[in-house]
């Protein structure tokens, strides 16, 4: 391979590393209690509409479901208890972002193990037609040209 090659396949994979380092980093936790409960209620899912975050959703569920977050959070509940709580009570669709374990680690899994296997067969189909040889026309060939255009 040459050190062009080298260079851009290891760029790509040093972007590829960053891009799936910074999407798992976790993010700065937020500080006060009404800050904490707004981004809870952004990572769980309205029991009424599904199609919407509680943060998002005006239903009288979705409301509760606020205010019952930030009395949580008043009370000093961690946020892995409050998410706890949710879970137990509605299940694991309640959440917006699957777990990163059991079933949920194949949804953050799966869609890079098939990427990386594409990109893989790809770079292993490139390089066979590469090394194909280029088909060269006969003199047969050229002749049964030359009579077509003439005819």
Known sequence: MTRRRVL???GL???????????A??????????????ELATELRCPDCEALSVAD??????EAIRADLLRRTKAGESDAEIRQVYIDRYGESILLKP?????????????VVALALAAVGLALAFAKWRRQPRLEATDADEALVQRARAG
Do not use: C, E, H, M
């Open 8 to 10: 851009v396949w290891g």
């Open 13 to 23: 994979a040093v972007l590829v590393v960053g891009t799936l380092a910074w999407a």
């Open 25 to 38: 980093w976790p993010s700065s936790g937020a500080t006060t209690p009404a800050s904490r409960a707004s």
């Open 57 to 62: 959703s005006d239903s009288t569920s979705a």
């Open 99 to 111: 777990t990163s374990n059991g079933l949920g680690l194949i949804v953050w899994v799966l869609p």
